[in-house]
């Protein structure tokens, strides 16, 4: 078992350039989660995967969002350990890294990840409760209900085993952890990004449905057929 740590300088000019490219769109894409207002302070993160290598890249620890380029993304191994990677010793990945690396050891199909405590989805977690799929938007993007995952422990793994549990075998590409927040899981870390901004949506506005009385479930061939014109006929392919 490899003990030291891996440093950038080891891998090819073309890996080299694969992983500042990550840096660069992961550290973009941050700005994304105030814009929609799904992050305040320093909380949530974006990830992705390098394409082609075992590693990924995620937002370090406790940095304001203003605060953020392309040289302060963290580049770490699919075990989430930090490599020699240019960035200051001071700079450790996310709270949420071993999350996303189990994540992306079990789910090969997964390009990016994004944890957010946005309010309206979070408030669907502190109760435990999954957003029922009464939307079209829903049957669109997720495919049905947006399910609800474990309680975990943040630190180590615990959280990502949730995720990998909660939505293994399920269309839904956002989890609400329960008593934590959502993480949503994408192709990429844009995609990724973009199911977080449309949980937030879909949970705000089904919570005002709520309040004005009963909600129409939409059937399930129905939801079948919305979520496969929308994730093969719609928009440009």
């Known amino acids: 078992m490899r003990r030291e740590m891996l440093k950038l300088t080891e891998f090819t000019a073309d890996q080299q350039d694969a992983v500042q490219a990550t840096r660069e769109r992961v550290a973009a894409l941050h700005a994304e989660l105030p814009r929609w207002e799904l992050v305040v302070w320093t909380a949530g993160n974006v990830s992705e995967r ?102 975990a422990i943040i630190g180590d793994d615990s959280i990502g085993r949730g995720i990998v549990e909660t939505l293994s075998g399920s269309r839904s590409r956002a989890v609400l952890m329960q008593n934590h927040g959502p993480f949503t899981i994408g192709k990429n870390a844009k995609d990724a990004v973009k199911a977080a901004v449309m949980v937030e949506e879909v949970a705000r506005t089904v919570h005002i449905a709520k309040q004005l009385g009963d909600v129409i479930p939409i059937a399930q061939e129905n939801i079948d057929s919305l979520f496969e014109r929308y994730q093969n006929v719609y928009g440009q392919h």
């Open 50 to 151: 390098v394409p082609g290598m075992e590693l990924f890249v995620i937002k370090p620890s406790g940095v304001s969002y203003d605060e953020l380029d392309a040289d302060t993304m963290v580049v770490c191994t699919l075990d989430g350990l930090k490599i020699d990677d240019g960035t200051p010793d001071r700079l450790s990945p996310s709270s949420d890294t071993a999350a996303h690396a189990y994540v992306y050891r079990h789910m090969p199909q997964v390009g990016g990840v994004v944890h957010t405590h946005s309010t309206y989805a979070t408030a669907w977690a502190a109760r435990g409760e999954p957003i029922p799929c009464v939307l079209t938007m829903m049957g669109d993007e997720f495919g049905g209900d947006i399910p609800v995952g474990p309680f």
